[in-house]
């Protein structure tokens, strides 16, 4: 039997073209939509890293007067702590995928004759990658081979209230 043959209209029978190009087309579709869904959750994960670095480096901006070194450890403990503001910020946090510990350092500026201490704060995150498929995509984004998207985030406030040494840096 002939699957090319015409049919009753005239038509070339076309049996299981469909099913071919939809075989050839599914495997790109899924992956593009495993991408989508990668990246949703990387950049949701982005935006609280974000959130909870600011909060963190608004916090120890308003903090009562204080040393630079307990200073910067009580903001490290309020960004990593038990319930602390990374674990409210990023989804599915967890503090092993903190690489180093949260950075807090000062410096101290003068505008006008006025001086003033600044506080930045910094953290680097490891967020893990659901999708194994696309853990070649990221290490070719972030240049590690860790299977893993390095995020970022960084925040300066100027302190409300001087520090008690001075941080011995200029900004």
């Known amino acids: 039997m002939d699957h090319n043959a015409p049919t009753a209209g005239g038509q070339p029978r076309e049996a299981g073209q469909g099913l071919v190009e939809f075989a050839l087309v599914a495997p790109?579709?899924?992956?593009?939509?495993?991408a989508i869904f990668q990246f949703a959750f990387v950049l949701q994960a982005q935006m609280?890293?974000?959130n909870a670095v600011r909060e963190a480096a608004r916090r120890a901006a308003a903090a009562p007067t204080a040393d630079s070194g307990s200073l910067g450890t009580w903001t490290a403990a309020q960004l990593t702590g038990g319930?602390?503001?990374l674990a409210q910020n990023v989804q599915g946090f967890a503090s092993a995928r903190v690489v180093g510990s949260p950075a807090t350092t000062f410096c101290q500026y003068t505008i006008n004759g006025v001086t003033s201490d600044r506080v930045t704060v910094s953290v680097q995150y490891r967020y893990p990658v659901f999708f194994p498929l696309l853990s070649f995509a990221t290490d070719a984004m972030d240049g590690s081979s860790d299977g893993d998207w390095t995020?970022?985030?960084t925040a300066q406030m100027r302190l409300e209230n001087g520090l008690t040494t001075a941080p011995g840096a200029t900004c």
């Open 28 to 34: 790109i579709l899924i992956l593009l939509i495993m």
């Open 48 to 50: 609280g890293l974000t």
């Open 83 to 85: 319930s602390g503001l």
């Open 151 to 153: 995020l970022a985030a």
